[in-house]
Nanobody, 127 residues
Framework: QVQLVESGGGAVQPGGSLRLSCAADASILDWYSVAWFRQAPGKGREGISCISASGINQYYLDSVKGRFTISRDDHANTVNLQMADLKLEDTATYYC????????????????????WGQGTQVTVSS
């Protein structure tokens, strides 16, 4: 069973920054891509970023490009999401997930029905 554990959420003012972490077994990070999704109240879950197993390929949803940065820390066995210039509309529960694929096309195509998920971490942006 795939185990993913998110941390790092919290409350921040618009324009602020937060760093989310997703801890996973090395066996997962060595072979599979890991993505970040979010779900705001009353809205569907959307894939916002993904990093491939190699770390070379990355995907970002247009609305977060230039503000969010995904990275892997192979020593700590985490996938991190650095979020900057946060906006009110970034408020959501953030989840990390993997579909046991090396690349990120499953996120780009919205094909995440079979993914394994963490428990989520709340990010609230408010003034």
């Amino acid at each position: 069973q795939v185990q993913l554990v998110e941390s790092g959420g919290g409350a921040v003012q618009p324009g602020g920054s937060l760093r989310l972490s997703c801890a996973a077994d090395a066996s997962i990070l060595d072979w599979y891509s890991v993505a970040w999704f979010r779900q705001a109240p009353g809205k569907g879950r959307e894939g916002i970023s993904c990093i491939s197993a190699s770390g070379i390929n990355q995907y970002y949803l247009d609305s977060v490009k230039g503000r969010f940065t995904i990275s892997r820390d192979d020593h700590a066995n985490t996938v991190n999401l650095q979020m900057a210039d946060l906006k009110l509309e970034d408020t959501a529960t953030y989840y990390c997930a993997t579909d046991m694929q090396p690349g990120c096309t499953w996120v780009e195509r919205g094909e995440f029905q079979r993914a394994s998920w963490g428990q989520g971490t709340q990010v609230t942006v408010s003034s």
